[in-house]
């Protein structure tokens, strides 16, 4: 049966505490490991949390950040119907613009957007549409899929 007379702290976990000021043989004699002058050196001691000795704070270095970035942001490629005039093919949609590098790899959603004129029937598969663009590729005989 296990004792309180028995118990000891695990192997290691102890260490002898450092005896200062006892002589300079001991090695930690004269400044008690304390270093010369100034504040670090006294009793009571306190500078301020962030305090770099009198040298311009990091924090002050720093320029404010400003404005907010949403990491939950999907990212989106965004397309003009001009830019879908330009196109040679029948049926657009993200994959395709991302293998002719019209889009970046990153991209996860497509939009379409209203700016130019648009004459030939095209198929566009893509998240969003504003009504004028949809408006658009109707009028010139186009499908519009929302993906």
């Not at 000795?53 to 989106?76: C, I």
């Not at 029937?121 to 549409?129: C, H, I």
Request: glycine residues 12%.
């Amino acid at each position: 049966m296990i004792t309180l007379e028995d118990l000891k702290p695990a192997e290691g976990s102890v260490s002898k505490s450092k005896r200062v000021g006892r002589g300079r043989s001991s090695g930690h004699g004269k400044t008690s490991c304390r270093g010369h002058n100034g504040e670090g050196q006294r009793s009571g001691r306190s500078a301020k949390r962030g305090f770099e000795g009198g040298q311009m704070p990091s924090y002050r270095q720093m320029p404010k950040l400003k404005g907010f970035k949403n990491r939950f942001a999907l990212k989106t490629a965004e397309v003009n119907v001009a830019d879908l005039e330009a196109m040679s093919v029948d049926t657009i949609d993200l994959a395709y613009l991302i293998e002719n590098k019209k889009a970046h790899p990153s991209c996860e959603v497509l939009r379409v957007l209203g700016n130019g004129e648009l004459k030939k029937a095209v198929t566009v598969k893509a998240s969003y549409f504003t009504p004028s663009a949809k408006e658009k590729i109707e009028k010139a005989g186009g499908k519009v899929e929302l993906v």
